[in-house]
């Protein structure tokens, strides 16, 4: 059974700090791996996605890097923001299908704070 | 190209009675999938259906939950004779036909309270 485990729980940074959140998976047979974004009260944003095939994916001042033989991906933040405090969520979807039963962390709750 | 719609944003029951939460994918998806958030605890899959068809219902617990999505209208969510225990957030997520890449794009969520 897939298990999905992110750290830290929760990250406290001053503005402008980079900063990398930790997630690893038990099952290496991955189809992808996703990083969201969860704000209070709503719903998930998709930042990143990387294919098992792929090492790593960046939008903007997020980079995401998967290393699917060992069962880790990173997050990494550049010059953080007070407007990038959120809950980060990681998910994979097993791999052999292509369809989105995706098995989430519990989340890195991250505060930028000013 | 408006994104995945949820109703209600929140729900209140009372123990016993019935809730219903809807979901309308975004246009041109005819994939959705449910999952739910417990309180302190992350996101759970619950189900997965193509239209007219439950594909996936692994997560769904055997007893008063059920799920639909029907030719034409919204996928919904049906709990019957809901407990405290139910009492989470509810969101639904789509993809397109050909998924691909199998990104998923979610919902606000419907929150339901059970007093």
């Known amino acids: 059974k897939q298990e999905v485990t992110q750290i830290p729980a929760a990250l406290s940074v001053p503005e402008g700090e980079n900063l990398v959140l930790n997630c690893s998976f038990t099952d290496s047979a991955i189809y992808n791996l996703q990083w969201f974004r969860q704000d209070p009260g709503k719903g998930l944003t998709s930042l990143l996605l990387i294919q098992s095939s792929q090492r790593e994916q960046t939008s903007g001042r997020l980079n995401a890097s998967l290393d699917k033989s060992s069962g880790r991906s990173t997050l990494y933040i550049a010059a953080s923001q007070p407007g990038d405090s959120a809950t980060y969520l990681c998910?994979?979807?097993?791999?052999?299908?292509?369809?989105?039963?995706?098995?989430f962390g519990q989340g890195t709750i991250l505060t930028v704070h000013p | 190209n408006a994104g995945v719609m949820q109703n209600p944003r929140h729900l209140v029951r009372r123990r016993g009675q019935e809730a219903r939460l809807r979901c309308s994918p975004m246009?041109?998806?005819?994939?959705v999938y449910w999952y739910r958030q417990l309180p302190e605890e992350g996101l759970k899959f619950m189900v997965y259906l193509q239209k007219e068809n439950i594909i996936d219902e692994s997560g769904m617990p055997k007893e008063r939950f059920s799920a639909e999505f029907p030719k034409e209208g919204p996928s919904i969510l049906r709990i019957q004779q809901v407990v405290r225990g139910d009492s989470a957030a509810y969101f639904c997520a789509s993809s397109p036909v050909a998924a691909n890449t199998g990104e998923l794009f979610f919902g606000e969520g419907s929150r339901l309270t059970v007093l």
């Open positions: 998910a994979v979807t097993a791999g052999g299908t292509s369809y989105g039963k995706l098995t």
């Open positions: 246009k041109g998806h005819s994939h």
